[in-house]
């Protein structure tokens, strides 16, 4: 099994509408991340959690939110979804400072 | 802050070529540094990772990189191009960021192209 699993891989949805994205992880890491990539943008880093009472804004956290459920989980919500927010978006967690594991990404298009 | 540039967004090679990327780095302290690989459709994957000792750091499918210090740079070869290279790369920053926890910052990526 994977180690960080992301659900859905896929979504088409409407402006306007709330979604939510989320992401587990069992690798026991304490830390979790949320990033968007954009062609020719690479990733940015939209939120960051480093345990699960502690929730971090990246640098494009605006019109985004999240939720750390448990150690294991922590799921990404667009409140209001647009059109600029169509993009891949990964979770990531990491152990320290020895580099981060992604999950495969969910591909969302904001109509 | 740290940043990272990337220098090139597409790397065109031959098969059997030697394959350089280039990434050069800015950070006010000593920096963890990585190489990420993502093939078409997936993830991100680690190619490999420099935090401290020998700064020539040997990754998985016959990467490396080297950290200069003095020049500020990390970047990624192999010897030998495959046609199974192929994907983007992206080079990664990491400082502290309170404590022991760590933030990364990505450069915009080199799409490696390679031509049989």
């Known amino acids: 099994d994977a180690d960080v699993t992301q659900t859905p891989r896929n979504r088409i949805t409407k402006t306007g509408k709330r979604i939510m994205l989320e992401c587990s992880q069992t690798?026991?890491?304490?830390?979790m991340y949320w990033y968007r990539q954009d062609p020719g943008l690479g990733l940015r880093l939209i939120y960051y959690s480093f345990d699960v009472k502690d929730i971090n804004k990246g640098e494009i956290s605006d019109g985004y939110s999240v939720s750390r459920q448990a150690q294991a989980k922590f799921s990404l919500s667009l409140e209001s979804a647009i059109p600029n927010q169509t993009a891949l978006y990964f979770c990531?967690?990491?152990?320290?400072?020895?580099?981060?594991?992604f999950g495969p990404g969910t591909r969302l298009l904001v109509l | 802050a740290q940043s990272v540039t990337q220098l090139g967004s597409h790397v065109s090679v031959s098969e059997g070529a030697l394959v350089l990327l280039r990434c050069n780095y800015s950070s006010s302290v000593p920096p963890y540094l990585f190489w990420y690989v993502q093939y078409p459709n997936q993830g991100l994957q680690l190619l490999l990772k420099?935090?401290?000792?020998?700064?020539l750091v040997k990754g998985i499918n016959g990467f490396e990189a080297e950290f200069k210090k003095s020049e500020t740079s990390f970047h990624l070869t192999k010897p030998s191009a495959h046609m199974s290279d192929a994907a983007e790369y992206f080079c990664a920053v990491s400082v502290a960021s309170g404590g022991s926890n760590y933030k990364l910052t990505f450069g915009k990526g080199t799409l490696l192209t390679v031509n049989p």
């Open positions: 420099y935090t401290t000792g020998a700064t």
């Open positions: 990531a967690t990491s152990d320290l400072g020895t580099g981060q594991y």
């Open positions: 690798k026991g890491h304490d830390r």
